[in-house]
T-cell receptor
Framework: DTGVSQNPRHKITKRGQNVTFRCDPI?????LYWYRQTLGQGPEFLTYFQNEAQLEKSRLLSDRFSAERPKGSFSTLEIQRTEQGDSAMYLC????????????FGPGTRLTVT | QKEVEQNSGPLSVPEGAIASLNCTYSDRGSQSFFWYRQYSGKSPELIMFIYSNGDKEDGRFTAQLNKASQYVSLLIRDSQPSDSATYLC??????????FGKGTMLLVSP
């Protein structure tokens, strides 16, 4: 396994701009999760896919956030009209399913909104 | 509201000692329990998971689960300075999303 990969690793953007992050899960992992983490906090759930189906989305997630996983492989997370409060580490995790519940995280994308 | 509670620390132990990290959770329906290690500026790394009451050992790490008390712990034997990190406890139900605690910072002094 090559592990979960995320791109870009760092993103600096100006308030009001749109940004898109990509996550490539471990191959054959059919479950993919997005989390957000700010300093001093544990990761906070954003959304979850099983194959291409988005099964769960956090109630705290603004409608400026959208995610997709069109072919059940990689996923993208888009934030529209970024705000300074969106500055955080965005983490992607994948899980194999089939009775295994462990989630393995990628390196994350650190977003800074100026 | 599912909650996972951890002492923020820092927990300081000398090299070679046993570090004991604790976690409580509020949702009695929680089925799976995980410990992640997170170095500063890095992403969480899964180090232990446990699904059944009792102990589970892997190398220097032992996870302990007591569902009746809604308590899970992580023991690190022969602590090394490289173990210095934040340890995150997480729980979930089935394939659902993880609920994390805020983490406990562990400092191992040489």
């Amino acid at each position: 396994d090559t592990g979960v990969s995320q791109n870009p690793r760092h993103k600096i953007t100006k308030r009001g701009q749109n940004v898109t992050f990509r996550c490539d899960p471990i191959s054959e992992h059919n479950r993919l999760y997005w989390y957000r983490q700010t300093l001093g906090q544990g990761p906070e759930f954003l959304t979850y896919f099983q194959n291409e189906a988005q099964l769960e989305k956090s109630r705290l997630l603004s409608d400026r956030f959208s995610a997709e996983r069109p072919k059940g492989s990689f996923s993208t997370l888009e934030i529209q009209r970024t705000e300074q409060g969106d500055s955080a580490m965005y983490l992607c995790a994948s899980s194999p399913g089939g009775g295994s519940y462990e989630q393995y995280f990628g390196p994350g994308t650190r977003l800074t909104v100026t | 509201q599912k909650e996972v509670e951890q002492n923020s620390g820092p927990l300081s132990v000398p090299e070679g000692a046993i570090a004991s990290l604790n976690c409580t959770y509020s949702d009695r329906g929680s089925q799976s329990f995980f410990w992640y290690r997170q170095y500063s500026g890095k992403s969480p790394e899964l180090i232990m998971f446990i699904y059944s009451n009792g102990d589970k050992e892997d190398g220097r790490f032992t996870a302990q689960l007591n569902k009746a008390s809604q308590y899970v712990s992580l023991l690190i034997r022969d602590s090394q300075p490289s173990d210095s990190a934040t340890y995150l406890c997480a729980v979930n139900v089935g394939y659902s999303t993880l609920t994390f605690g805020k983490g406990t910072m562990l400092l191992v002094s040489p």
